[in-house]
Structure formats: structure tokens, C-alpha cells
């Protein structure tokens, strides 16, 4: 698979007017317009429209984040990095890092925190394949390509021997939901691309048809995240 099969537009410079008075424009245009602080929302995910929560991404690791990142183990690869905040707290505690994101500005700014950043699909050839201790998913960031139990296959085949998969999850109730989603920011929108929702009532079946097995499954202060283990 390509960033194209999740990310229609992804890489696309041209905008277009469109009938509703939006620019369409691509999701990397918004998406790193963001990370630099202009507000941007998301529809198509919640029931109603909801601002990103990129301020979080922004900032350090949080205790939240921390609790996750505890899980983490030897050589981690950071899938869906966005500004790094994971990957840098992760290199500080003597991990060897690699963060991907598909996103220039989002490879740039964890760059600048001083993680080894990559701008690739994760579907796309990855260095070390096969030979990494840990991937992690984190904000959400199973739900990429809107088909989850695709993504955790790719991931597991990316893990060396005895690896792991650090996931976040949703909250218990919440199910499997596949979304078409898009992003707006001032009067410009993206196309429609596949996102989910897996909640942790959902994870182990999903582990399963991926070839993997729940290992731990945890809440903390309200974040729930699992680890996978082939």
C-alpha cells in the first residue's frame, strides 16, 4: 500500500475552489499548518467538529504519555510521530528512536527536538525491518487507514524477536468504528480520508485476526493503551 491508498492527496500542491467556497488542499498542507498553530478541526470522526488537539502534541510527554512510553522497549519506531514529543522523551531515556510521519513539517519539528525523523508511510520499505523491539502507535494513531488490523500486521512485520506493539486506545464501549474523515482550517478543507476507532474492548479480536495477542491491556487516569506481542 501507498500513503495515496490512505492520504488521497497527501502530497498535492494545487488548491481548488470548491462549490461550498472551500480550498481543497492537501492533507500535508493543513496538517502542517497546524502544527504550526493555526487552529485546524477535524470532521467526520466525533459527532460533531473538533479542534486537533495539537497543543498536546506540542508540549513534552505528560505523566499520560509517560505511562505509555514505560511500555516501550529497546529500539522504537514511532509511527505517525507528528512534532515528536513521544520520540524525544523516548531518546531522552536512552532509547535508539526512529519517528516516520508522513508530513514534512511534522518530520522537521521532531527533527528540531533532536529525534532521528523519517518522512515515509509506514505501509512504504522501512529501515530495519524485522528487527525492531518496539513499534509504538500512540494518539490514536491505530486508526490510520481506517483499517486497523492492516496497520497492526504491517507493524508486527516491522519487529524483530520477542517485539512489541505499544498501542492507544479508546475507551472501553467504544468499539471497532471506521470513519471518512477530512480536515478543515479556514475555509479550506482536505479530502475525505479512512480513519478508526478501536476502543479497548475491541483490541484482542483485532490483535487476533492481525496474528498478535493482547500481553497487557491498562488504563491510566483515564487513557487506555495495550501491548501486542506476536
Known sequence: MSTAEFYPDADGLASETLTDGHAHVSFSEIFADALRGI???VRGVYAEEELLPVHSWLRPAD???????????G??????????????????RGHAVLAVDIVSEAVEQARRRGVPALRRNVFDPMPGEGHWDTVLLADGN????????????????LLGPGGRLVVDLEAP??????????????????SIFPWAQVG???VEPLARKAGLQVSRLREHHGRWFAVLTP
Open 75 to 92: 529500539a522504537t519506531m514511532d509511527v505517525g510521530c507528528g512534532p515528536g514529543r513521544m520520540s524525544a522523551h523516548l531518546r531522552e
Open 39 to 41: 487552529p485546524c478541526s
Open 63 to 73: 505523566r499520560a504519555d509517560r505511562a505509555v512510553l514505560s511500555h516501550c522497549e
Open 142 to 157: 491505530i486508526g490510520i487507514g481506517g483499517e486497523p488490523h492492516a496497520l497492526l500486521r504491517r507493524c508486527a512485520e
Open 200 to 202: 479497548a474492548d475491541a
Open 173 to 190: 464501549g467504544t468499539g471497532l468504528k471506521t470513519h471518512e474523515a477530512r480536515l478543515v482550517s479556514e475555509g479550506r478543507r482536505t
